[in-house]
């Protein structure tokens, strides 16, 4: 059975997506660079290794939401799924590249879009463990069917700056935010009883109220 080895090279985001769309550059090289693959059904789980990184006051107050305060971050910081990708990685012999793409949310209740938000720069280090099925010629040329190894993985760190404009190419200076049903009926309400005309301006004066401040309109 082939042996092989997995790495990403680099992350862009992919242009013209009907959603914000990340593609990891994976390279997936056979240690025999004889043996021939015929077809690689490739599974990965992407983990945030966020305990694998320093982290400035800053980021640490826009984290408190997913870690608390910092003096207990040596119980609470630790790795967080980000999500799973499928791949089907075509014939090759001896080594080949490849687009991982890994669809990616705005929605602030998601956890890992919460740590993206919170780190400001540097880079994001990833963890991605494979699984799946490959297809490769046999010693006689018969094809073969194996189960990928559970210990095969890649470690790679994300630029923070490659997220960040990612996401301001989708959504630039706003932000995505969903609200239980019955929520967005009182502050619906709220707007329209007080003709404010943009969501914006409606928070904005809820939470002038709330924090005591004069209410503009």
Aim: hydrophobic share 40%; glycine share 4%.
């Amino acid at each position: 059975m082939p042996d092989l080895r997995l790495s990403v090279a680099s992350a862009e985001p992919v242009p013209f997506a009907a959603a914000p769309l990340l593609a990891l550059k994976l390279r997936v090289e056979s240690v025999n660079p004889e043996e021939t693959i015929h077809t690689i059904a490739l599974r990965a789980q992407i983990q945030i290794e966020a305990t694998r990184r320093r982290y400035s006051p800053a980021e640490q107050e826009k984290l408190l939401d997913l870690f608390g305060e910092p003096d207990r971050w040596s119980r609470t910081l630790r790795s967080m799924l980000w999500t799973h990708a499928d791949l089907v990685i075509p014939g090759f012999t001896g080594a080949t590249t490849a687009d991982l793409h890994i669809p990616c949310t705005f929605d602030f209740n998601v956890a890992a879009t919460k740590y993206f938000h919170g780190v400001s720069d540097g880079e994001i280090p990833l963890i991605l463990l494979f699984s799946g099925t490959l297809f490769y010629a046999g010693s006689q040329g018969a094809l073969q069917v194996a189960p990928i190894p559970w210990d095969k993985e890649a470690r790679y760190r994300l630029p923070v700056q490659v997220w960040r404009e990612m996401m301001n190419a989708y959504y630039p200076n706003s932000a995505w935010l969903s609200l239980r049903r019955d929520v967005f009926e009182r502050v619906y309400e709220y707007k329209v009883r007080r003709g404010i005309p943009s969501w914006e301006e409606a928070l904005t004066s809820l939470l002038s109220a709330a924090e005591g401040e004069p209410v503009s309109r």
